[in-house]
């Protein structure tokens, strides 16, 4: 199967100015970071030492000589390349910090150290100090409309640029020079879900039973190994209840009667599986706004194919969650600011979508409507309220590119999320 570049490989892991740190890439599982790292290696002629601590070979090649990778390491030295060690599924080792201190430590002047895993990597960095100040953690998610399309802009500073700036004018021009990707990818995208293996495949029977698998497996090995949660069951139940709430408040006493559980119990359930990449939840944006809501919180998926096809509509606004929330990802773990993706609802029930924030600064707002071309009245009033911030709305319905005014957009979701990394 060809190899569909990622951001991760392109832009963050080739900054010369992380080194000597250690590179950490953690995610949701089958997201396509052990893919990403062979490949990351054999384009710098260092794949001979990509290592799976999963593997028996590897085991037993640690217990023979705890430094097994430096012989080979040291004979692909020479010139002015890095060399890089790819350490796959070393936090399931027991003592794993321990051993990547003592790596660091010992070889950080010789040679790079790159280090994927799942949940566990990144909820385990998090226990203890004896890693801090040696490595930055970047995330690799799913695909990205612009990954799957094997197209994206090679310069994150760009969106940095133009939401420091407000140079919305030039993010509507780029977009609008930009060749969209074709519309039936976004739609393979919106059926499919966007991990690799079911995308690629784009077969529905097979998808329908990858993300059976996938749910179970989470659930049953995933939840059991790093939670100290017992009744799986209860979990099962939640999560089959969370599709049909995406894109609305989610009321904990609700869920807490309809699973037969406590408030806190729901509260900690739902905590863990954001922590396992299988949820995340955006927070209400509270500042310059009169009489908003201060508590509850929406969710949604990492993977919108669980929502069912009819509900278009949360389907959709789950998919462009995902997207936004990834771009304030990006930015943030590429150093170019605190920026985090929020929503907007007052106490009348009036809402947008999404907001995006840098730091304590609101600037940009974002519509999500299936096939709407009007932007609502409580929108526009609203980006004037925070500041005269820009508001874009973005519809499903393919080939949209409207400039309403000075700073309001509606365009394609397909076309704005091809431009993004």
Known sequence: MEFKERYLSGWSLEKDTLAPKMIFIAGPRQSGKTTLLEHFLAKHGCLSLYFNWDTPKVKALYRRDPTFFESDARLLCGGDKDVWVGLDEIHKRTKWKDILKGYYDQFRDDFRFVISGSARLDLFRRTGDSLIGRYFLFHLYPFSVS?????????????????????????????????????????QMYEFGPFPEPLLKGDKAFSNMWHQD???????????????????????????????????ILSINSLKEDLYVSHGTVSTWLDSLTKLYLIFSLQPWQRKIHKTIKKEKKYYFYDWSYIADEDEGARFENMVAMGLNRLCGQLRENGL??????????????????????????????????SNLKISGFALNLAKKLGDIPIIQLTHKNGVLKKLGRNAFVISASHFFSCLP
């Open 147 to 187: 990954e799957f399309g094997s197209k994206r802009f090679e310069n994150l500073d760009l969106w940095h640029e133009i939401i420091t700036n407000e140079n919305w004018t030039n993010l509507f021009d780029r977009i609008a020079d930009e060749k969209p990707l074709p519309y039936d990818l976004w739609q």
């Open 214 to 248: 996938y749910l179970s497996l989470y659930l049953r090995e995933e939840i059991r190994d790093l939670t100290r949660i017992s009744d799986i069951d209860g979990v099962e139940t939640l999560v089959s209840l969370l599709p049909k709430r995406v894109g609305s």
């Open 337 to 370: 600011g605190p920026y985090k993706l929020f929503f907007v609802r007052d106490l009348s029930k009036r809402e947008v979508d999404f907001l995006i924030a840098k730091g304590e600064t609101p600037v940009l707002l974002v519509e999500a409507k299936t």
